[in-house]
């Protein structure tokens, strides 16, 4: 009995392999109007990183959707409520950056009951979307999701800037393959969970990122903009 259960909790990982995510998981994946690329953020919010991309971006006349961990918006409460002031689309990462699979039903919904809570006692608005941490879904966290009233979102493409090696340029190159309209590209903001000082590259990069949208004529903007169905 105990081998079964252990695959249904699991079952979700499919969801991991991108390609195939893709193409049979359209919702999940973030995919959205074929005009608009949604922008997101994982790992914030950061005193040390996040300013600097919340300037970059009201530079550029531009809206983010940023999954907050509940760990660190404790933390920063008030740039929390900076993000949100500036018409940021606020969601959650979870509490903790621990991987969905090796919690059980009880911890997972409490991990995400957790931070939606502190999420709306903070900002003043319940969040409605989740992004797992590694991108790994469970059984459990599909429940949990759904007696939360949150939609989980993934993306279609990333720019690997968690790595040590990453640079701008990498982070450009590995997120300009995979993107396309209505794609949804998944960056981080701090480098809590992530190689040291990571968030530079990210940041040098994210210029290029805009450009090359606006060069092909696709809109930017956060999840809420971006058409998909999200789970009121």
């Avoid at 996040?50 to 809206?63: K, Q, S, V, Y």
């Avoid at 990498?170 to 040291?196: E, M």
């Amino acid at each position: 009995m105990a081998p079964a259960l252990a695959a249904v909790h699991a079952a979700p990982v499919i969801s991991t392999f991108g390609p195939l995510r893709n193409r049979v998981m359209p919702r999940l994946s973030g995919r959205g109007r074929p005009d608009h690329v949604s922008i997101t953020f994982d790992d914030g919010p950061d005193p040390q990183s996040t300013p600097h991309f919340l300037r970059l971006l009201e530079a550029r006349g531009i809206h983010a959707t940023f999954f907050l961990l509940g760990s660190m918006l404790e933390r920063a409460p008030g740039l929390a409520r900076e993000m949100a002031a500036a018409g940021h689309e606020i969601a959650i990462h979870g509490w903790a950056h621990r991987p969905l699979l090796v919690r059980g039903p009880r911890a997972t919904y409490d991990d995400l009951a957790r931070a939606r809570d502190t999420v709306a006692d903070t900002v003043g608005k319940e969040p409605r979307l989740f992004r797992p941490p590694y991108g790994v879904m469970s059984t459990s966290a599909h429940l949990a999701c759904r007696r939360l009233g949150l939609t989980p979102v993934l993306w279609t493409a990333w720019g690997e800037d968690w790595r040590s090696r990453a640079t701008a340029q990498t982070v450009y190159d590995t997120v300009s393959r995979d993107l396309d309209g209505g794609g949804t590209i998944l960056l981080h903001d701090s480098d809590c969970t992530s190689a040291s000082g990571s968030w530079h590259s990210t940041l040098g990069a994210l210029p290029t990122v805009l450009d090359h949208c606006a060069e092909h004529g696709l809109h930017v903007g956060p999840l809420r903009d971006h058409g998909i169905r999200i789970r009121a």
